[in-house]
């Protein structure tokens, strides 16, 4: 500081004294002055990374968060979070790679990177990284209060560091992907922050405990629902909210809330320490997720924002102990989704955004894409990452082949395959070309059904009792997915025309999704006949033959 404070008066005598020697005319003085602001600029630039120096040691675990802003079609961006044991997040630039992310004021962040760009690109050493690696850093680390604009997405004590090289791995994240589902339970600590002006999240102890756990409707369609109710759907019964354990606090902040900064982090850390100061006997850590609940009018662009893959399924991923798994909400003025809460939840789980052609979130029928205000059933591509609806359970289409496959609902209450009907919960198969917002080098066709029940009762119009097309991105990690997109959406209704029960994938050699009928209560099961032509030479005469000639279908493994 007194440093800065002597440049300053040393700059400022200088200019002052250079006028009265050389009486300077007015438009050299301009000049001059622009030129002792650049001087300044630099000079402390200069100092400050001086003071800072090079971090050759700082040892982390990889924690990528999403931030959600209402309003615009492609306003998603993505920060590389890396998170120490003392619990402080450092914000990971890599030059060069990850370009500005604006919303819709638009406010410029410097390390993340747009979703929406479409020459998206992951920097050298960052591409194979999951949640949950412990990774070594080499870079310079400075202040984000001084590297970001006012009303930045990031909290302003969150420290950057500027990566120089690619990250040293030094535990990965651990992996159990080859352990049977079985019953998991888990916990939620919510956490409404209250200020002493009476700054408040408009979604009370009722709202957030209900939204959890009771009947709520969303919509005008009158369709009850929960989060508990969804992610037991989601499961088929696997994962189980445990009411018991689940805890609500209205915590108390001291002082106004911030008119300025986003300092979400700074106000969770705040909240942390009521918990602790409060309700020693409670251990943060231990709750399975944790929700912390901003005023409707804190200062963030964005509606929500999640850690991502922090706590998949258990036969996928087992955190490290002491992990925490996170969300925080900023309601507007209308109230608080209950599907956002959903939306974030599912970032925790892993997942990533459902889109529709240019639109990041344009999937209205997902949970992860844009269905606010309404409940939604996680889509079948959803599932299968987490391995709720198994490989055994999704039929793999071969090439040149042409298949009748009867696909089981997946809005239904069981996951499982029935081999006496050759059913199945989907069909895929790899598509070269089919790249998306959050991954390169192809995708998977993914066709599934969903019903009229449960959930996806919510459904309505085309997407209601349908067949859907999706493309899935392709992940290395089943916790750290790559999101979808939706292609095509298919009614099977007898006064559908057969041009409008045909799908044509143009970028995958004119492959052809054609539904026959789609039939209720059969066995007690909702399912679909579909013909899935890899040839791309069936005329619809020949497809609609197909659903009726009594073809012998593929049996499950």
């Known amino acids: 500081t007194s440093a800065v404070a002597s440049l300053r008066a040393c700059v400022l005598s200088s200019f002052i004294h250079q006028i009265r020697m050389e009486r300077l005319p007015m438009a050299r003085v301009s000049t001059l002055r622009l030129r002792i602001r650049v001087l300044v600029l630099v000079t402390l630039a ?27 079609d492609d ?54 990284l999951v949640p ?25 004590s969150t420290s ?14 651990p992996q159990v992907a080859s352990r049977a589902v079985a019953t998991e339970r888990r916990n939620f600590l919510m956490l409404r922050l209250v200020y002493d002006d009476g700054a408040a999240s408009g979604c009370d102890r009722d709202c ?100 991502v893959g922090c706590r998949p399924p258990k036969h996928i991923f087992e955190p490290r102990e002491g992990t925490r798994c996170w969300s925080y909400l900023r309601a507007d003025p209308s109230g608080l989704p209950q599907s956002l809460r959903l939306h974030e939840l599912g970032h925790n789980l892993g997942l990533r955004h459902a889109g529709r052609g240019a639109n990041a979130y344009g999937d209205s029928s997902a949970v992860m894409g844009m269905p606010y205000p309404s409940w939604r059933g996680y889509l079948a591509t959803n599932r299968h990452q987490m391995g709720y609806i198994p490989d055994t359970h999704v039929y793999t289409a071969a090439d040149q082949k042409t298949v009748v496959l009867t696909l089981n609902s997946v809005s239904g209450s069981s996951s499982a395959a029935d081999p006496s009907s050759a059913t199945y919960m989907g069909a895929r198969w790899f598509c070269p070309e089919c790249t998306g917002r959050q991954w390169r080098g192809g995708g998977y066709i993914f066709v ?18 349908a067949v859907f097309v999706h493309v899935q991105g392709p992940w290395t990690h089943a916790g750290w997915g790559t999101g979808s997109i939706l292609y095509k959406v298919l009614q099977g209704s007898a006064g559908l025309t057969k041009e409008d029960r045909r799908y044509t994938i143009t970028r995958e050699g004119n492959s052809q999704v054609f539904v026959c009928f789609t039939d209720h209560n059969v066995a007690g099961r909702d399912t679909a006949r579909v013909v899935i032509d890899r040839t791309g030479t069936k005329s619809l005469g020949m497809l609609q033959s197909a659903c009726n000639s009594g073809v012998m279908q593929p049996m499950p493994p």
């Open 160 to 173: 950057i560091v500027e990566a120089s090289s690619p990250p040293e791995v030094v535990q990965r994240a």
């Open 208 to 307: 957030a405990w209900n939204g959890l756990f009771s009947q709520t409707a969303e919509s005008s369609n009158g369709v009850m629902g929960s989060l508990k109710k969804s992610w037991s759907e989601m499961s088929y019964g696997s994962m189980i909210i445990d009411k018991a354990t689940s805890m609500h606090f209205d915590v108390r902040i001291p002082g106004n809330m911030p008119t300025s900064g986003c300092s979400y982090r700074t106000q969770g850390g705040k909240a942390d320490e009521w918990m602790q100061q409060n309700h020693p006997d409670i251990d943060i850590a231990s709750f399975s997720h944790i929700e912390y609940y901003l005023p409707d009018t804190f200062k963030c662009d964005w509606w929500g924002i999640a850690s």
């Open 448 to 465: 599934s059904y969903r019903s009229h029940e449960h959930l996806d009762r919510d459904l309505t119009g085309e997407m209601a009792d």
């Open 75 to 128: 306003a998603s961006c993505e920060e590389l979070l890396c998170q120490t044991a003392d619990n402080r997040d450092h914000s990971i630039v890599v030059p060069g790679y990850y370009p500005k992310c604006s919303t819709d004021t638009p406010t410029p962040v410097i390390n993340t990177r747009s979703i929406a760009s479409p020459e998206l690109q992951i920097a050298k050493g960052f591409e194979s």
């Open 132 to 156: 949950g690696d412990v990774i070594k850093l080499t870079g310079r680390s400075g202040s984000a209060a001084n590297e970001r604009t006012a009303g930045s997405t990031a909290d302003p």
């Open 46 to 72: 200069s100092l400050t990374r001086a003071a800072e120096g090079p971090i050759t040691d700082i040892s982390c675990t990889f924690t990528p968060v999403i931030l959600e802003f209402g309003g615009a």
